[in-house]
């Protein structure tokens, strides 16, 4: 009984003192941050105010999940500017987006990368941004920008397309003709075959919920009906569309068309080939924006950040680490990507503006025809 | 009529009792007497059929080997604990009848009947929780009693209240069990309590069945002398000192012999055959009670009547009374 | 015959239900320094609740009521109006309930097979019952999604609300097992062999003698059951495939896509007056008058007459290890053959370097994390349990007690949303910049473990005889070293079994933690989700393998306090 009892009191305190240990080092890690960042609000002013001002070490990015740069890139990045990145990275870009809208004027850090065309009306018109346009735009870049703004708050980093991808082993053994269209996936033939993820939580989801838009106007909602009564299958996330039910993907799944990107079939290349393909009538683009934060604290290495975004080797680097298509024109694409990802060369589109106006009615309508 | 016989019960390999036998007659009340740990609640689980027992239970000579509790028809009290806390006093009494599917006015009248026997009319929408320890066993007593079982086993019932109120309860306990003509078994460490309501004794000591008998005869010839002591025998006298007191008490005795005495065996009388010093005396509302080294005997305890009062150093004089000693074998 | 008439009062009929209320009328006082000691009791946990819960909620509902700097009470109560609203919250209402109903109807014979019958392997099958506590909710609902549409296929249940139950039923049955447990060990034993003795057969003693006397841990249970699957998000959204609305979902959806924080602070208000209902319905639903002393039972060998309980705990064991097995075998076949890979392959970033960090980095700083969340919920759900179980004698006190037992069971009704998201809009100007303080992330999961800690810790103090405490002072000790004396040896097995909980709830906690990520540290749930978001050929078995290993965890801690822990007072 003294024997448990001190084993308890003894392993209580041993833990104490190792958990106490890793809050120490976040502590030492992240205080650097918030006492420089708090010390000098003046440092960082305009970018003529960088030369006299004693100049903030950390860069704190607000990103969302899927931020993925090789940390060799990134290491090169702070060896050259001196400046250290932190990365916040939570939520897909509709939660970085209302994030950033919530904590305007205190934002949570310095720069953003994430805030995509279907949401970037809505951090413009809440001023979520600061104005900043690199010095050199490469060429190809400006196609991307949001109307309206043409750069001025917002600069494209990347884009990429949303669309149906079918497995095309899988129609070969059942000798049916793999869909092409939109109109396709409403035939009987294709029934039970699609999964989708939802409009209202993925945002994927909502991009092919804006495709259909796009091809169908106001007759969209007669549209998904029938996509429903066709058995499609709505999941919550693209991974579970993806991974569980889609018969390529890691799990066991059974359909064999599903909503993802357009650069897959670089992903599933076996034996030299690659058993997926993408629709690519189906596509809508996705693009995604870096910008400097409104009432950011360190606003010169913001402004380095997002130069250094739209430099040669971060492009180059775009495809593997974030399945993305560079926005500067001329990168070299990874050797199965320029083979296997196809990109469409109409891709349907709705107009941010509109989109910010209309999000909420479609939202709702979506989901009262999708659920039951 | 209850037989048990060789009954054995065990715990985790250690014998709580062994190789027990005795009869219990219909109507009649027996105590199994004994002290702390000597096994009789045991015993008295066993015969409810709480605990698995090897040996033989019959209930007029039916064994009751595989027969479950709830049909054994022998109603359990405990010294606490056993009320049922969400039922008022007259639903806790209700209960066995309700569960016989006894009709609703029936019902009511025997709730009635009963509480009143046990003295507690008007008690009935009473939570157990606002109850006084000797009330709550009385409740405990009329549920018992409600469905009239054949057998009733009483687990040191009156142990946890104080020594006035058991005293009132014990008489009314007798009184109610032998209104009802209840055959019962009671437990108890308490021999006061076992001579009070009980008709035989069965003494119980380290699991073994010690002594059992009348009331009367267990009491007057104890098994052993840890018995007699137990039974209220002051002192266990050997050899020389017993055969003074037995010869002393008009008992002619031969070789070596055992006797226990009570401490009253002895009183003060100045025509008496035995003389000693007293060594202590204290007055009590009673009598005088008095510890005297006796000539031959040694340190014993005595008693004086009302009116003498011999002070500590005075040479007494005693007489033994044969029908306070016991000779044992 | 002599009758004693006692004029009694029901509240002093807690105490040991003796009638002689010599309840420690000693230590008076002011009438005030009473309550004011119990508030500087409770002073700590109160500020700690109020900066890091009560203030994130107020200010992200407060946006609600002030869209535009203007107060707009009507247009946050028209949202009530609304049809979505009101469907999802009839769904959200039944859905809990009948999982609620369920999971207590499933969980009382496992509750007694496991704690009442000595059964060999009884402590790991209890600790193994603790699994799915940890297991984040993404996982879980592919490993019922890959049952359900694969070997399970023919009960064709998939995407029908029977799925989101069974969800629900899956997360929850262990509370409930041992909740009922825990108490049902410390039963009296005596009124059910007195019933018995009396002609009641084993069901009538069941049901007449035994339930009663459980109400109050089962009503205790429930009411935590039914405050999880209120607000349960993963599993409705998984296994409903966004066909099923419920409160929670709404929030999710109207803050994080919609940014309609009007809507959102309109359904946090009611998912508040649903938790309070619910409180004040459970306060009531447990004062049942207390049974006498608690006389420790030996658990026994099962006999005949338990084959049914068996039989219902055997397929209740089952049904919780089928998606647990099925997260197991997935986590073991690369490419259609048995092995280690995945788990090999936790030391790397993934493919494609889906993660900024191995995953053994992330279970490393989990558990840390979980360490830090665990000790910070023990201090407060300590002193909370202390002053809620003070002795009181004023009306007033016991309003005050009553009040603030309630309080501590609030995080357990409220979005994660709205919390994560409160955090960052309010806890962000001095003097309370704490968004980057390290300590915000165990601080978060410790709330949400924090009623657990106060319902296990609160029955076990109030079971001390308070005449223990009188005599330790009529002893001569003060009140710290009486305290310690007498109240100590009761707390710190309860103090463990709430440790053990308290560390399954903060090592898999997902939503507050992911809305709380500052930087590459990421949890082990976190990185779960990350990996099962990237496409690539190891990522999902990755994912698999680090979920086994993060429920492997658990059930190896749980062990280890089960070792520690013997049958204890506690509701948990």
């Known amino acids: 009984m003294r024997l448990r009892a001190l084993a308890t009191i003894g392993t209580t305190v041993l833990l104490a003192t190792t958990g106490c240990a890793v809050t120490a080092k976040n502590d030492a890690g992240v205080s650097t941050g918030s006492t420089t960042g708090g010390g000098s609000t003046t440092g960082g002013g305009s970018t003529t105010g960088a030369t006299t001002a004693p100049k903030i070490k950390d860069v704190v990015l607000v990103t969302h999940d899927s931020w993925n740069l090789p940390k060799k890139l990134v290491a090169q990045w702070e060896q050259q500017t001196g400046y250290h990145l932190v990365v916040r990275a939570s939520g897909d870009a509709g939660r970085l987006t209302n994030k950033l809208v919530l904590t305007k004027g205190a934002p949570d850090g310095d720069v953003s990368f994430g805030v995509d065309n279907t949401f970037a009306t809505r951090a413009l018109k809440a001023g979520v941004f600061a104005t900043y346009t690199p010095a050199t735009v490469p060429a190809g870049v400006g196609q991307y920008d949001v109307a309206g703004d043409d750069g001025s708050h917002l600069t494209p980093i990347d884009h990429s397309d949303v669309c149906v991808n079918v497995d095309t082993t899988w129609f070969a053994a059942h000798k049916l003709p793999a869909p092409q269209t939109l109109d396709d996936l409403v035939k009987p033939a294709y029934k039970g075959l699609f999964v989708t993820p939802g409009a209202s939580t993925s945002s994927p989801g909502m991009a092919f919920l804006l495709a259909t838009i796009a091809k169908y106007g106001d007759a969209w909602p007669d549209y998904w009906k029938k996509l429903m009564a066709n058995g499609a299958e709505i999941t919550d996330g693209w991974d579970q569309a993806y991974e569980v039910e889609f018969t390529q993907g890691g799990g066991n799944g059974k359909r064999p068309i599903v909503l993802s990107y357009d650069s897959d079939p670089a992903f599933t290349v076996k034996d030299g080939t690659t058993t997926t393909q993408a629709l690519l009538d189906t596509c809508f683009t996705e693009v995604e924006y870096a910008g400097v934060l409104a009432g950011a604290k360190n606003v010169p290495g913001a402004e380095a950040f997002v130069d250094w975004l739209l430099s040669p080797q971060v492009q180059a680097k775009l495809p593997k680490s974030m399945y993305v298509f560079p926005v500067v024109a001329g990168t070299p694409l990874p050797a199965d990507w320029a083979t296997y990802a196809k990109e469409p060369t109409q891709p349907l589109t709705v107009s941010p503006a509109q989109i910010d106006a209309n999000r909420e009615k479609w939202l709702q309508q979506w989901s009262d025809v999708t659920s039951r | ?329 | ?572």
């Not at chain 2, 050997?238 to 002619?252: E, F, K, L």
């Not at chain 3, 078995?541 to 089960?562: I, N, P, Q, Y």
Request: net charge positive; proline share 6%; with cysteine.
């Open chain 3, 1 to 572: 015959m002599e009758r004693r008439h006692l004029p009694l009062t029901r509240g002093s009929s807690r105490n040991r239900g003796s009638s002689r209320n010599r309840g420690s009328s000693h230590n008076r006082g002011s009438s005030l320094s009473r309550p004011l000691g119990l508030l500087a009791l409770a002073a700590i946990p109160v500020a700690v609740l109020g900066i890091f819960f009560l203030l994130p909620v107020i200010g992200m509902v407060g946006r609600g009521f002030r869209p535009e700097g203007r107060w707009d009470v009507p247009g946050v109560l028209a949202v009530l109006g609304r049809s979505q609203v009101q469907s999802a919250l009839w769904f959200t209402v039944w859905s809990a309930t009948v999982a609620t109903a369920v999971t207590v109807l499933l969980g009382l014979p496992a509750a007694y097979v496991l704690h009442r019958l000595a059964l060999p392997l009884r402590r790991l099958v209890r600790a193994a019952l603790l699994v799915p506590f940890v297991l984040p909710t993404i996982v879980v609902g592919i490993a019922f999604r890959v049952l359900l549409t694969g070997p399970l296929s023919w009960l064709s249940i998939d995407g029908t609300p029977v799925a989101i139950i069974a969800g629900l039923v899956f997360f929850n049955v262990a509370v409930v097992v041992r909740a009922v447990g825990a108490a049902w060990e410390s039963l009296d034993a005596r009124p059910a062999e007195a019933a018995a003795a009396l002609g009641a057969a084993p069901w009538t003693v069941f049901r007449t003698v035994t339930l009663p006397a459980l109400r109050p841990a089962i009503v205790g249970a429930a009411s935590v059951v039914f405050l999880f699957c209120a607000t349960s998000f993963g599993i409705v959204l998984t296994l409903g495939g966004l066909r099923y609305r419920s409160v929670e979902t709404e929030i999710y959806l109207l803050t994080t896509n919609l940014l309609d924080l009007q809507g959102a602070a309109a359904l946090s208000l009611l998912q508040l007056v649903v938790v309070v209902l619910l409180l004040a319905v459970g306060a009531r639903l447990r004062a049942v008058p207390p049974s006498g002393q608690r006389v420790p039972v030996r658990p026994h060998r099962p006999g005949v007459g338990d084959v049914p309980q068996l039989l219902l705990t055997a397929l209740v064991l089952g049904f919780v290890a089928l998606p647990v097995g099925a997260l197991v075998v997935g986590s073991l076949r690369v490419e259609g053959r048995w092995s280690l890979a995945n788990y090999r392959a936790l030391t790397s970033t993934g493919s494609h370097q889906a993660l900024l960090e191995p995953a053994t980095t992330a279970l490393d700083l989990s558990l840390r994390i979980a360490v830090d969340a665990t000790l910070l919920a023990l201090t407060l759900g300590l002193l909370v349990a202390l002053s809620v179980t003070r002795r009181t004698h004023s009306r007033a006190e016991r309003r005050l007690r009553g009040t603030l037992d309630a309080l501590f069971m609030l995080p357990l009704g409220v979005s994660a949303v709205t919390l994560g998201f409160g955090f960052l809009v309010t806890l962000d100007r001095p003097p309370l910049d704490l968004r980057d303080s390290p300590w915000l992330v165990p601080i978060a999961q410790a709330l949400v473990a924090l009623p657990l800690v106060v319902r296990t810790l609160v029955p076990a103090l109030a079971g001390i005889d308070d005449r223990q405490r009188q005599a330790a002072a009529s002893l001569g000790a003060g009140p710290l070293r009486s305290a310690v004396v007498v109240e100590v040896p009761v707390l710190w097995r309860p103090l463990l079994a709430a440790a053990g909980f308290a560390f399954a709830a903060s090592l898999g906690e997902f939503g507050a933690t992911s809305f709380l990520a500052r930087d590459e540290n990421a949890t082990l749930p976190v990185v779960i989700y990350r990996l099962i978001g990237h496409p690539g050929p190891m990522n999902y078995g990755m994912a698999l393998a680090a979920s086994c290993v993060l429920a492997a965890t658990t059930a190896v801690v749980m062990l280890v306090v089960e070792r520690l822990r013997v049958p204890s007072l506690g509701v948990l």
């Open chain 2, 1 to 329: 009529m209850l037989s048990l016989r060789e009954v054995s019960v065990r715990y985790d390999g250690v014998c709580a009792i062994s190789g027990v036998s005795l009869d219990l007659p219909d109507g009649e009340i027996l105590a199994v007497l004994g002290p702390s740990g000597s096994g009789k609640s045991t015993l008295l689980r066993a015969v409810a059929g709480l605990e698995p027992a090897e040996g033989s239970i019959a209930w007029d000579d039916r064994s009751l080997a595989g027969v479950p509790t709830h049909r054994r028809g022998f109603a359990l009290m405990f010294q606490d604990g056993q009320l049922f806390a969400h039922l008022s006093v007259a639903a806790n009494v209700a209960y066995p009848l309700r569960l016989r599917r006894i009709g609703r006015q029936e019902r009511a009248r025997r709730v009635a009947e009963l509480l009143e026997l046990v003295g507690l009319g008007g008690y009935d929408a009473r939570l157990p929780g606002t109850l006084s320890g000797g009330e709550r066993q009385r409740v405990a007593l009329a549920r018992a009693l409600a469905v009239e079982p054949r057998l009733l086993l009483l687990d040191e019932p009156l142990s946890a209240l104080d020594a006035g109120l058991r005293e009132r309860l014990v008489h009314d306990l007798r009184r109610i069990l032998r209104a009802a003509g209840t055959t019962a078994l009671l437990v108890t460490h308490d021999q006061d309590e076992a001579f009070t309501v009980a008709d035989r004794l069965a003494v119980v000591r380290e699991g073994r069945l010690v002594q059992e008998g009348p009331v009367a005869e267990v009491w007057r010839s104890p098994a052993d002398p840890d018995t007699a002591l137990f039974l209220g025998y002051a002192r266990v006298l050997r050899d020389g000192p017993a055969a003074t007191v037995a010869r002393a008490a008009g008992v002619s005795v031969h070789g070596d012999v055992v006797v226990a005495v009570r401490r009253s065996a002895l009183v003060l009388d100045e025509t008496g055959p035995l003389s000693g010093e007293v060594l202590e005396a204290r007055l009590t509302p009673d009598q005088l009670r008095l510890v005297v080294d006796v000539e031959g005997v040694g340190e014993v305890d005595a008693v004086g009547g009302a009116g003498s009062h011999p002070a500590v150093g005075e040479r007494v004089r005693l007489r033994a009374e044969q029908a306070r000693l016991s000779l044992l074998h």
